[in-house]
Structures are given as structure tokens and as C-alpha cells.
């Protein structure tokens, strides 16, 4: 059962994107948050993605695949850098493109890290945008969202992809020396949304379970 100040939070995120021109959906478990994305994005929509647990787990992807979406899928097995390269700056120019947020302030700014940029290009100027984010990227201020992003969310993701980064071994962030090319440095881009210009284009489907991490 929601608590009380859950039940605030969200309702005031809610409402504070509606003033930043960010369109957001409340849903109460991932079934919910799967059905919302298949209903916003057209059948005859192309689909690009950057990479994130939270997709993964809703398997969304998979499922606008399999439904006769075209998705542009650069974490196929089997293909070439370049391959994933050309299929990332493709997916930033598809007609709706899927992320997960690293965080989120109670404010509503959304908070992205990026290593190559296809997820900053994507989510700052694709044509529409679904973020897709479950409770646990919460965070109060701006300044804990960015923490989270950098201290949490960056050496799990370094971890999970065998990213030769400081962070890779013990999880504690050493950004000033995390340089190439001693270092891979995951955390190259940061990307902070405050707002929106575009009426309609950025969506964020706020899912009331944990989602990635
Ligand atoms: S800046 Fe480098 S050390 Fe810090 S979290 Fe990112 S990848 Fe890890």
C-alpha cells in the first residue's frame, strides 16, 4: 500500500513537471508501467533505446520487437563497435526514444550520465522521449540526485559491464583521475533536464516499484 508521503511525492512531481512542460504517468507496478509505453508508442513508430536495467527489466523492448516496432538495438551480441556506434547514433534519431533516468530530484529534474552520449543526444533532442524510472531514483535535491547518479548508480553500471574504471573494484568514485587512458570513465557526459520546450515531447512513466538501480 502507498504511504502517505509517497502517495505526496509523487502526486507533487506530477504536478510540478505539468509546469516544466514534462508529461508525467503515475503506475502502480511495472505491469502497468509496460502497458503505458506500448500504448504511447505507435505501431508504426521506430524505436531507439540506450541501455538501463530498468528496460530491461520491464523487457519492454523485447516486446515492441516482437509487436513489429523497427528497433534500433546496439547491444546485440555479435556486432562490431562501429555497428553499435552507428545503431546508438541511429536510435537517438528514432521517432521515440526509451531511457531510464540515473535520478531524480523531488524538484523533478531528471538526471542522466552518459559514456558515449547516444542517451544525452537522445533523451535532450529526439523527437519524443519515455523515461521510465521506478521509486528508488528518488532523491531530495538536485545535488543528491546528482550523488546518487555518481557515487551509486555509475560504479554499479562500471561493475555490471566489466568497465575498467577507478570505481570498477571497491564502488568509490575517484573522478579526478578517471581519465583514458589509465581509466575507461564511464561518467563523460551529464545531462541535467529542468524543463521542456516542446509540449508533448518528453514523458516520464513513474513506476511505484524498484526499478534498476
Ligand atoms: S567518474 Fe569514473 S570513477 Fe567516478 S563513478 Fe564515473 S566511472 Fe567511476
Redesign the pocket.
Not at 574504471?165 to 570498477?168: G, K, N, Q, R
Given at each position: 500500500m502507498r504511504s502517505f508521503k509517497l502517495d505526496k511525492k509523487i502526486d507533487s512531481l506530477i504536478k510540478i513537471w505539468q509546469k516544466r512542460n514534462i508529461a508525467g504517468f503515475y503506475c502502480a507496478n511495472k505491469e502497468s508501467g509496460i502497458d503505458k509505453i506500448l500504448e504511447i508508442i505507435p505501431l508504426s513508430a521506430s524505436v531507439g533505446f540506450s541501455g538501463s536495467i530498468s528496460l530491461e527489466q520491464l523487457g519492454v523492448v523485447r516486446l515492441l520487437e516482437s509487436r513489429g516496432n523497427k528497433v534500433f538495438s546496439p547491444y546485440k551480441t555479435g556486432i562490431s563497435r562501429e555497428e553499435g556506434l552507428e545503431l546508438r547514433r541511429q536510435g537517438a534519431q528514432a521517432d521515440y526514444y526509451l531511457a531510464s533516468a540515473n535520478a531524480i530530484s523531488e524538484k523533478g529534474e531528471l538526471v542522466f550520465?552518459s559514456a558515449f552520449g547516444n542517451r544525452t543526444s537522445g533523451v535532450s533532442y529526439a523527437k519524443n522521449v519515455i523515461i521510465v524510472c521506478g521509486i528508488n531514483k528518488l532523491a531530495q535535491t538536485i545535488d543528491e540526485a546528482l550523488k546518487r547518479a555518481?557515487?551509486y548508480a555509475?560504479?554499479l553500471n562500471?561493475k555490471r559491464l566489466n568497465?575498467e574504471?577507478?570505481?570498477?573494484k571497491d564502488g568509490i568514485?575517484?573522478?579526478e583521475i578517471?581519465f583514458f587512458p589509465e581509466?575507461k570513465?564511464?561518467?563523460c557526459q551529464i545531462l541535467i533536464i529542468e524543463a521542456e520546450v516542446t509540449a508533448d515531447r518528453l514523458k516520464v512513466i513513474l513506476v511505484e516499484e524498484n526499478l534498476g538501480f
Open positions: 550520465f555518481r557515487e555509475a560504479p562500471c568497465w574504471s577507478p570505481c570498477f568514485c575517484r573522478k578517471c581509466y570513465r564511464m561518467c
